[in-house]
């Protein structure tokens, strides 16, 4: 049982941070210009060319499980039978139907919304079916989530009919007692094992302490950054070696929420995540047999790589998500069903001699990176620095497609702003 002291410390640290052991939901949402249209503020999805690819693939088949609030299937983006009736992992009783904070339901919108005939929030993976998984907020009581209820989540969800697994949250390390970073990764591993996708957003410190946080540093996880409307990524984006892709992230309509009607406009790494789950949700529709293992490998190989620098990049990872590449071209290889590329970036390679070895260690590349991490980060700073055009954008629709949070209430109620 956790001690009192240490659920305050928890509460605190997420309200002050929107990181801890809360959700890495987006910074702030403001109204967004009434003159627009619900198109125009879906920026990304011109970006993306989403209408030419939605000829091809709809995300239809795919289930993505969405471990958050909880997701309201009534909202009329979500109506339809496109939410399943999920679990609840904080309070079962109430079920995974109730969205007290309203951060679940929107990362559902960004990916599977119908768009309301044009008047509301369209998904990117229209299609796609919605597994709630209840891990926190689900009364405004229980505002913190938990490691416990995120493992029991990812395991469920391993033993789902769903296929992705999208975690628009975080835990940063002081947030996880005894086991728990092992418990996630042992239950991320028993995902990847069964042919899942895992992605998870990276958090919205990177201005400042720009922590690392779990599930998206754990190995087999792709961690998503966000890019804002110019291609780079945003300053808020945590960077390092967990970052494997990235997607938009910036002035993301959602439900305003929190009492106010109509759509607001938003930003962080949560909704980069989401619009990156439905870009897999994409090319899974479309190559129906493959694994997880496969549809990660082709978004690593068809994301827009940074523009200088090495790949992997900190800040954006192997590039920004750009699904049209393998849903209306060639996707490539998928290689071996089996591997999953960010353990196999992460595992040393075996030298035949010494010399090798050494040799090896002193290369750059993603193995590198992975068994030096703090100083791979370090020697990459002058790479693909934040304020440059990181994503290599191909004719019009070069995909940015992750989706990070809406904004939590708990870090509205700290700083005082509305949602």
Not at 5 to 15: D, K, L, N, W
Not at 145 to 153: E, F, G, L, Q
Not at 197 to 209: E, I, P, Q
Request: some cysteine; glycine content about 14%; aromatic content about 4%.
């Amino acid at each position: 049982m956790k001690s009192t002291v240490r659920r305050h410390r928890r509460r605190a640290s997420a309200v002050v941070s929107a990181l801890g052991a809360l959700l890495l939901l987006g910074g702030a949402i403001a109204p967004a210009a009434s003159a627009d249209t619900m198109r125009d503020r879906e920026w990304y999805l011109d970006r993306m060319q989403a209408a030419e690819m939605w000829k091809v693939s709809t995300g239809k088949g795919i289930t993505v499980a969405v471990l958050d609030t909880g997701v309201i299937p009534s909202v009329s983006e979500l109506t339809g039978g496109k939410v399943l009736p999920g679990k609840n992992f904080v309070d079962p009783k109430l079920g995974a139907h109730i969205d007290v904070e309203g951060h679940g339901t929107a990362m559902a919108m960004l990916i599977a919304g119908n768009g309301v005939n044009g008047q509301g929030v369209k998904g990117l993976a229209p299609d796609a079916r919605i597994l709630p998984l209840t891990v926190f907020g689900s009364t405004k009581e229980s505002v913190t989530n938990s490691a416990p209820a995120v493992i029991a989540a990812i395991r469920y969800a391993a033993d789902s009919e769903a296929r992705i697994i999208n975690m628009s949250l975080g835990f940063e390390d002081f947030a996880l007692e005894g086991g728990e970073k092992g418990q996630i990764q042992e239950a991320v591993d028993y995902a990847v094992r069964r042919g899942k996708l895992l992605l998870a957003a990276t958090g919205n410190r990177g201005d400042k302490d720009n922590g690392v946080s779990y599930p998206s540093a754990s190995v087999g996880v792709a961690g998503i950054g966000a890019v804002d409307k110019t291609s780079s990524v945003t300053k808020f984006s945590v960077s390092g070696p967990q970052v494997a892709l990235a997607a938009p992230g910036e002035e993301i309509p959602i439900l305003c929420g929190g009492g106010q009607a109509g759509y607001c406009s938003s930003w962080g790494t949560s909704q980069a995540t989401a619009i990156a789950s439905a870009s897999a949700a994409l090319i899974w529709s479309k190559h129906p047999s493959w694994t997880g293992n496969q549809v990660l490998r082709v978004l690593m190989n068809t994301a827009g790589k940074p523009t200088k620098g090495k790949v992997p990049s900190r800040y954006i990872g192997y590039g920004t998500v750009r699904p049209r590449l393998a849903v209306l071209g060639d996707p490539g290889d998928p290689g071996p069903a089996d591997v999953n590329p960010l353990v196999a970036a992460r595992t040393p390679k075996k030298s035949p001699s010494p010399s090798a070895s050494a040799s090896e260690a002193g290369g750059s590349g993603s193995s590198n990176a992975s068994k030096q991490p703090s100083s791979s980060a370090a020697s990459e700073t002058s790479d693909d620095g934040k304020g440059i055009g990181a994503i290599v954008w191909i004719i019009v629709g070069v995909g940015v497609v992750v989706v990070v949070g809406a904004v939590l209430l708990l870090r509205r109620r700290a700083a005082g702003t509305g949602r």
